[in-house]
């Protein structure tokens, strides 16, 4: 097939052509591209507040209802784990499928970006929960307990010592949970999310058209470039180790 | 200052039972560096957490001061500790603060003012030589330089008991000399009592006032270090100055507890008329005292009257063959 296009492109003259076709249709695509490109960043954007939101305190959770941990509590801590665990194992277009009722339940709609919040931010909740609890059992326990003997609140222990100590490790985690979102973005485009996705998949791949094909990767490649230096940059900037 | 009596622990490992403690009685006087020494798994790290209740012992009453800590919890049992300071093996300083910020960490969760932490940390980090790294994180600094901040911080709430949890088994022996120096002057400064574990003789040689030898969860000895020196057969003493390898049935092993100015050696010549010759022999400090070891031969039909004599002069004599 890519021989093909090799001949193909061939015939027509060569890479360039293809390359200087490419850039003077960009004007032609480009309303349509920044809209794909704003939905696309209104549904991660809010897909992430919401995995925060949520999914930070279930980490936290996970972490303190282990044995040895603030609040041991065995039964609890596995029920939590079951459920992120039921999270995790969905394949995210299923996942999408499969909250379509609540979807219509809270938004009222199962179409366009507003309702792709809702399966973005239940995939991406237990995705982050488990993150959260990978960077705070980074923490050293002995901190922990120096925060109990100086007669520390356990409440103040998580905002005090656990969060501020495990922020690098947070941020690297709200970083890969924001690469994936946009991702799983993409795909919320199969089933009429919006954003970029759903422009690659109704003009690149169902009315062939190659031009909006490459400007969604490459604008899909530039989000995640820069949210990933972004990520970066911080992280950096917080680590004191 | 610190009363612990019968104290046990039992942890449950799957289907072992580990007994870390059983049936421990802890007298701490006030304004005495005492030191519990053993080897690790011998229990005195579950002891010391007993003490301010990280770890509740299952049987056993614990007072500190005038406070009984055992009949204590939540917001009590956090605020009786808040007057106990405990200094970490691994310092366990917060890596995302600042100097400055671990030091007055105690005194944030207490409540004080900004103004007031600012103040204080600056008098602590001057007490503890480091008033020049306010600004610096942990990660800048030296291990010693790090346990000096421990020292800081664990005394920002004003405490008068501190916990030393092997505060110096992770430093190289030049830093350990320094941080007990400075125990032991805080000490002596800011009439501080002092309890702290470790598994190096030195350590109890070095500061301690009094200590406990501890085994498989039980004092096997206890006691002001001197004393313990001065008694026959002391585990503590022979830990202390190891008898050694030379010498033949006739050597005697001679300690001097403390400083005397009778000269022995002579008298027992004179008066028993012994030979004696001195093999070899030291002086050391040992709980701010020079106490001395002799391992010597001494021969004479005499030889036992004169070693009552020494003993009865408070010296410890220890014969090779028995």
Known sequence: MITNEILYLAQEGNAVTAITDFVQDWPNMWPSLWLGTMDTVYMVWWA????????????????????????????????????????????????????????????????????????????????????????????????????????????????????????????????????????????????????????????????????????????????????????????????RR | ?????????????????????????????????????????????????????????????????????????????????????????????????????????????AGASRAARATRVGELLELVGLGDKARAYPSQLSGGQKQRVGIARALASDPKLLLSDEATSALDPVTTESILALLRRLRDELGLTILLITHEMDVIKRICDSAAIMEDGEFRESGRVLDLIGTPGSLLARSLFPLPEHGGPETVFITYPRSFDEPFMSELTRRFDVDVNILGGGVEQVAGQSVGRLSVDMRGSRRGEALTYLSEHGLLVEEAGK
């Open chain 2, 1 to 109: 200052m610190i009363d612990a009596v019968g104290l046990h622990k039992t942890y449950r490992l799957k289907k072992r039972r580990i007994e870390a403690l059983k049936g421990v009685d802890l007298h701490v006087e006030s304004g005495e560096i005492y030191g519990v020494v053993g080897q690790s798994g011998a229990g005195k790290s579950t002891l010391l957490r007993s003490v301010n209740l990280l770890e509740r012992p299952d049987g056993g009453t614990v007072r500190v001061g005038d406070e009984e800590l055992t009949s204590l919890r939540g917001a009590r049992l956090r605020q009786a500790r808040r007057h106990i300071g405990m200094v970490h093996q691994h310092f366990a300083l917060l890596a995302s603060r600042t100097v400055a910020g671990n030091v007055g960490f105690p005194l944030e969760v």
């Open chain 1, 48 to 239: 992430t507040v919401f995995s925060v939101l949520f999914g930070l305190p279930l980490g936290v959770l996970l972490v303190a209802t282990d044995k040895g941990g603030l609040i041991p509590a065995p039964t609890a801590r596995a029920v939590l784990s079951a459920i992120v665990n039921i999270g995790r194992s969905l394949p995210f277009i299923v996942l999408m499928v499969a909250v379509l009722t609540l979807t219509r339940f809270l938004v009222g709609t199962t179409l366009g970006p507003t309702a792709a919040i809702v399966p973005l931010s239940i995939g991406a909740i237990p995705f982050f929960a488990r993150l959260v609890e990978t960077a705070l059992r980074e923490v050293d326990r002995g901190v922990v307990e120096a925060a109990h003997a100086m007669g520390t609140r356990k409440f103040t222990i998580v905002g005090k010592v656990l969060l501020p100590e495990a922020m690098p490790g947070l941020i690297a985690g709200l970083v890969m949970t924001v690469v994936t979102l946009i991702s799983y973005s993409a795909m919320a485009g199969a089933i009429g999310g919006g954003g970029l996705g759903d422009l690659a998949i109704r003009e690149g791949y169902q009315r062939f058209n190659d031009h909006y094909l490459w400007a969604t990767v490459i604008l899909l490649v530039v989000i995640v470039q820069v949210a990933q230096s972004l990520g970066d940059l911080l992280v950096r900037r917080l680590s």
